[in-house]
């Protein structure tokens, strides 16, 4: 009995090691027929050579799925490209637009400056430059010439007592002046004229009114004159001269007028305030 069951464990034992020696693929088979009966359909295993293929033809498919959108990206970028060239243009122009001034092709045209008629004080100015240069070059070339200038219209005639008086004003200075037939000598304070006013501007101030009239050389002229400066001195004398020469002939009023001869000049030094240095000037401001 004990051979018996000996044999039958071992018949039993031998099965066993045949099914571990059989490959996987009955089991496999277990499972497709298991799969039919759940009611899926079978899936074809291919071979082992065609596997190796597949394998190897799916990385070229995926190299050729990467290569499309390599020329899509090529053509996008070359788009891209010439967009911002067209978009780069109107920017070049505006910047050129930005760097050229307006208005700098336009032909600039030219407005001659009007002339303003000059005052009284630059026209003695201007003459007594001109004098002081004629002197000189008299002086260098050695030859004295006599200036003579036409008169506006012939002087009036005036008899041998005759006296006009007049005065003339200038800042804080008074000139009362005399005008009476004469060879043309002004005498100031009882003085000549250049010893007086040593300057030619103030001595071309005070002859302005008898060189415009054509008085010059047919009268002469005594003055007395105080207050003020040396230049109000001159521009008061020649105010009160004006003056006289309407008084001889009301015709030169429109002249001596419109060169400003018979205009008081109210110019003056304006007053010190409280608490100023001058006029204006104020004291150095000390915060601490």
Known sequence: MIDDENKASEQ?????????????????????????????????TPPA??????????????????????????????????KPVAEKKPEAKEEKKKDVIPGADLEPIAVEPEERPLSAEEQARLEAEEEERAQREAEL????????????????????????????????????????????????????L?????????????????????????????????????????????????RALTKIDPELRGELKRRGFLTRDARAKERRKAGLKKARKRPQFSKR
């Open 12 to 44: 039993d034992e031998t099965p066993a090691e045949g099914q571990e020696d059989q490959p996987a693929g009955p089991v496999a088979g277990e499972d497709s027929s298991s799969s039919q009966a759940a009611g899926d359909e079978p899936t074809p």
């Open 141 to 192: 070339t050695g030859e004295a010439e006599e200036e003579t200038k036409p008169a506006s219209r012939a002087p009036a005639k005036m008899e041998g007592d005759a006296r006009y008086l007049a005065t003339g004003k200038r800042k804080t200075s008074i000139a009362r002046v005399t005008v009476l037939p004469g060879s043309g000598k002004i005498q100031v304070n009882e003085r000549a």
């Open 194 to 242: 250049e010893e007086f006013f040593p300057r030619p501007l103030h001595q071309t101030t005070v002859r302005q009114p008898l060189a415009t009239t054509g008085y010059e050389k047919t009268v002469d002229v005594r003055v007395r004159v105080h207050g003020g400066g040396i230049s109000g001195q001159a521009g008061a004398v020649r105010h009160g001269i004006a």
């Open 49 to 82: 050579g065609e596997a190796d293929e597949s394998q190897d033809e799916e990385p070229e498919g995926e190299g050729e799925a990467v290569e499309e959108p390599e020329e899509e990206k090529a053509e996008e970028s070359e788009a891209e490209e010439a």
